[in-house]
């Protein structure tokens, strides 16, 4: 929270200060770094061109693996263009690579390790990738491998160090490489998943941790990611040896609803409230919004609210920045 008689850009230039430098030029100007997502498609542009004086960075999703590990899929109509609409308007872009599955409708493990347990694949994908960059016109790649096994850590490490000599022959020295994180409030939960962060932190700018998907239509209803959890999270990946400078504070722009007609969509901020009506209630403690209604239907989400309560927070614990999922399901909130 902002202090009474505090402005908001006086508590973010404070936090900056205290987490150190960073050639983030949204930090060098006493701001968090913010990362908008977003996936190709109607209106995306719109929503980048909007989002562009608050995001340094908009990670494109991207590329995806095929399922031999070995190489990559071509990317998404519209790449290309989302990429020059982010240039222009003074963002940075990004490209995304996916162990995503369009058959299984979710992350692969099995694909993610056809990738990382073969140093043959590992070089040709990261060379491949970091060519797609190129020709795409983005300024980083992003690895975004989920739903990884502990058997992954040491290939993951590899290719993390493989794709970031790639990308600095490619695209230049200051081009960035990151890597979106599934959260965990422990060190089992990193290295159970894949995640040595330590080693990882060798080779990546920075990590984007998913403080999001708490809870989901795999489990029972509640918080998209509460802010207690939030925060154990960061404090695990700290613990792990990522240092608080390096981590953007990943932020839900959806919610789930449970039971009834819609049991297990994914809802944007607004259908959510739509369905919640008069039942809608707002969480401090937990930084997001809740409804329980008649007929026994429970509806979670984020917001804009939300998402200013991620900003106070990342920045009360002197983070890099946020990054929010995604643009296509809400535009950028101001702070």
């Not at 995806?64 to 290309?80: E, I, N, R, S």
């Amino acid at each position: 929270m902002v202090r009474r008689g505090i402005t908001v850009a006086a508590v973010l230039l404070a936090g900056i200060l205290l987490a150190g430098c960073s050639p983030d030029p949204s930090v060098a100007a006493g701001r968090l770094a913010v990362e908008g997502y977003v996936e190709p498609g109607s209106g995306a542009a719109g929503r980048v061109t909007a989002a562009a004086d608050r995001a340094s960075t908009i990670g494109i999703d991207g590329v995806t693996l095929a399922d031999d590990g070995a190489t990559l899929l071509d990317p998404p109509d519209g790449t290309a263009a989302l990429a020059r609409t982010a240039t222009r308007a003074g963002s940075s872009p990004e490209l995304l690579v996916s162990n995503f599955s369009s058959d299984l409708g979710d992350f692969s493990p099995q694909i993610g390790t056809a990738l990382l347990s073969h140093a043959a694949h590992r070089s040709a994908v990261a060379d491949e990738l970091a060519r797609r960059a190129h020709d795409l016109g983005m300024r980083g790649v992003q690895i975004d491998l989920e739903s990884l096994r502990a058997r992954d850590r040491a290939g993951l490490v590899a290719f993390a160090g493989e794709l970031s000599d790639a990308v600095h022959d490619r695209l230049g020295r200051s081009a960035r490489v990151s890597i979106a994180v599934m959260a965990s409030t422990d060190a089992d939960g990193y290295r159970d998943t894949g995640y040595d962060l330590r080693r990882l932190a060798r080779h990546v700018d920075r990590v984007v941790l998913m403080t999001y998907d708490q809870h989901g239509p795999w489990s029972g209803p509640g918080t998209i990611g509460s802010l207690p959890w939030t925060e154990r999270v960061v404090r695990a990946a700290e613990a792990e040896g990522v240092p608080r400078s390096r981590i953007d504070l990943g932020i839900a722009g959806y919610g789930y609803v449970w039971g009834g007609e819609h049991d297990g969509e994914q809802v944007t901020p607004a259908r959510a409230a739509e369905l919640a009506g008069k039942a809608a209630t707002w969480s401090a403690r937990d930084g997001e919004w809740s409804a329980a209604l008649r007929d026994g239907v429970r509806v979670h989400w984020s917001d804009a609210r939300s998402y200013r309560a991620r900003v106070a927070l990342a920045t009360t614990l002197h983070l890099h920045g946020v990054a929010l999922w995604s643009l296509n399901l809400e535009a950028l909130p101001r702070t």
